[in-house]
């Protein structure tokens, strides 16, 4: 399990660039990087980290599934995601 202090940063990070969501739009329409530089680091989509729903892990994250590798394998064994089952031929 990823750290509160992680999450919480991730959260806080998503909350911010969905508040310069439109503002980044437009200045990227004008083409006004200056414009673009001094609005704050985190307003960009970019500094935003896929992680996992359940753990929090950011490595091995399946973005189909929303979920780190090892969650989604123990999920999956255990029956939990839908029309996923294990490979056999």
Do not use: Q
Request: charged residues 30%; hydrophobic residues 40%.
């Amino acid at each position: 399990m990823a750290k509160i202090s992680w999450l919480a940063r991730n959260k806080r990070k998503a909350d911010t660039v969905k508040k310069y969501a439109a503002i980044r739009a437009e200045l990227k329409a004008k083409k006004d990087y200056a414009g673009l530089s001094k609005l704050p680091k985190n307003a960009s989509p970019v500094r935003v980290v896929n992680r996992c729903e359940m753990s929090g892990r950011r490595h091995g994250y399946m973005r189909k599934f929303r979920a780190s590798r090892l969650t989604f394998r123990e999920a999956a064994i255990n029956g939990l995601i839908p029309g996923v089952t294990k490979a056999s031929w």
